[in-house]
């Protein structure tokens, strides 16, 4: 059974950046897409990126593209997600995730295993 773990958010002044990780314990991530998802107080859980198995491929929501970077390092078992030019109505509570597949999805319940969650508060 894969476990993702994702690490500590944080606060962080707008036009700042973050970079989070997901690191994967169980199984080797080599085997699946990752994305990582995102949910504000209120509000349903958005597409924020994801990335292929092979990492050859990468896809963003329109929100971020330009501010955000999804990367992969299989042998490290570790997803990461690099966050640039924050804004406030980034914050929110960050998932990563994991699909059995190739290919990565922007629909969440595309994906089998999830992580935890971590929090991330831009302030402005």
């Known amino acids: 059974q894969v476990q993702l773990l994702e690490s500590a958010g944080g606060l962080v002044q707008a036009g700042g950046s973050l970079r989070l990780s997901c690191v994967a314990s169980g199984r080797t991530l080599s085997f699946y897409a990752m994305g990582w998802f995102r949910q504000a107080p209120g509000k349903e859980r958005e597409f924020v990126a994801a990335?292929?198995?092979?990492?050859?491929?990468?896809d963003y929501a329109d929100s971020v593209k330009g501010r955000f970077t999804i990367s992969r390092d299989n042998a490290k078992n570790t997803v990461y997600l690099q966050m640039n030019s924050l804004k406030p109505e980034d914050t929110a509570v960050y998932y990563c995730?994991?699909?059995?597949?190739?290919?990565?999805?922007?629909?969440?319940?595309?994906?089998?295993?999830w992580g935890q969650g971590t929090q991330v508060t831009v302030s402005s």
């Open positions: 995730a994991g699909r059995f597949s190739t290919s990565s999805s922007q629909t969440y319940n595309q994906y089998d295993i």
């Open positions: 990335i292929s198995r092979s990492g050859g491929s990468t």
